[in-house]
C-alpha cells in the first residue's frame, strides 16, 4: 500500500529517504544517469531547512 506523508526534515528517516530518492531518481537515465555531487547529499538538507517556503508540521 502506498502511504504519502509530508517530510519532516528533522527525522532522519526522512531525510534518508529523500536522499535515497533523489538518487535513484538521478542515477536513472530520465535524471541524468550520474550520481549526485556527495557536496549535494552532504548540504541539501541543511539548504532545505534554509527555505522560507519550508514550514515545519
Given at each position: 500500500m502506498l502511504s504519502i506523508?509530508?517530510?519532516q526534515l528533522d527525522n532522519?528517516?526522512?531525510c534518508k529517504a529523500l536522499?535515497?530518492?533523489l538518487t535513484d531518481y538521478a542515477l536513472d537515465?530520465?535524471?541524468g544517469g550520474e550520481?549526485?555531487?556527495n557536496s549535494t547529499q552532504?548540504?541539501?538538507i541543511?539548504?532545505?531547512k534554509l527555505r522560507s517556503d519550508y514550514?515545519?508540521?
Open positions: 506523508v509530508r517530510i532522519p528517516l526522512h536522499l535515497q530518492l537515465p530520465m535524471g550520481a549526485l555531487a552532504e548540504n541539501l541543511a539548504q532545505l514550514t515545519r508540521h
